[in-house]
Antibody, heavy 119, light 109 residues
Framework: EVQLVESGGGLVQPGGSLRLSCAAS????????MNWVRQAPGKGLEWVSYISSSGSTIYYADSVKGRFTISRDNAKNSLYLQMNSLRAEDTAVYYC????????????WGQGTLVTVSS | SYVLTQPPSVSVAPGKTARITCGGNNIGSKSVHWYQQKPGQAPVLVIY???DRPSGIPERFSGSNSGNTATLTISRVEAGDEADYYC????????????FGTGTKVTVL
């Protein structure tokens, strides 16, 4: 069974940092591209970042470019999102989501982890 | 950047048909995916590549895409279909690698 489990969310002050993790199981993690998608309270879905299966290709939404860093460890079946210089508008539930190729849908999602940026 | 516009809400009686539109410039030239999200839950893929259904998704869910509008159709609507629905495309030319629609709340009367 495919499982994606996020962790690392919490309350952080503006300007602070947080590192999210996504533990994958039930599939060959190194064969899949991965994404982070977020959802602010009461709002819609917003794509945040993409990483290819090997980690060699990475994309970011403009809203997080220069502040967030996506990475993966295929030996540990894990995806990460390092978030720096956090702002109030980064408050959201963060989901990791699996894709097979760039054009394919996100066929599995984690349950999400809540990040709250507030003083 | 590429924008996908959905109606904020759609209301439908049980047993009737709900149609949710997703408007975008020449969206018919792109592959559209649809997700269902119930309160407090992660999104679930219900339609991919415009009209394909993942295993486990009822045949009542169908999709189409042409011109500037993609449509998710839910036939014989049930109470359990009440949820938010989002369309999505991949747009390599956009500053957003992936674009989600604004979302539609489907209410079953």
């Amino acid at each position: 069974e495919v499982q994606l489990v996020e962790s690392g969310g919490g309350l952080v002050q503006p300007g602070g940092s947080l590192r999210l993790s996504c533990a994958a199981s039930g599939f060959t993690f190194s064969s899949y591209e991965m994404n982070w998608v977020r959802q602010a309270p009461g709002k819609g879905l917003e794509w945040v970042s993409y990483i290819s299966s090997s980690g060699s290709t990475i994309y970011y939404a403009d809203s997080v470019k220069g502040r967030f860093t996506i990475s993966r460890d295929n030996a540990k079946n894990s995806l990460y999102l390092q978030m720096n210089s956090l702002r109030a508008e980064d408050t959201a539930v963060y989901y990791c989501a699996r894709g097979e190729e760039a054009t394919t849908p996100f066929d599995y999602w984690g349950q999400g982890t809540l990040v709250t940026v507030s003083s | 950047s590429y924008v996908l516009t959905q109606p904020p809400s759609v209301s439908v009686a049980p047993g009737k048909t709900a149609r949710i539109t997703c408007g975008g410039n020449n969206i018919g030239s792109k592959s559209v995916h649809w997700y269902q999200q119930k309160p407090g839950q992660a999104p679930v893929l219900v339609i991919y590549y415009d009209s394909d259904r993942p295993s486990g998704i009822p045949e009542r869910f169908s999709g189409s895409n042409s011109g500037n509008t993609a449509t998710l159709t839910i036939s014989r609507v049930e109470a359990g279909d009440e949820a938010d629905y989002y369309c999505q495309v991949w747009d390599s030319s956009s500053d957003l690698f992936y674009v989600f629609g604004t979302g539609t709340k489907v209410t079953v009367l």
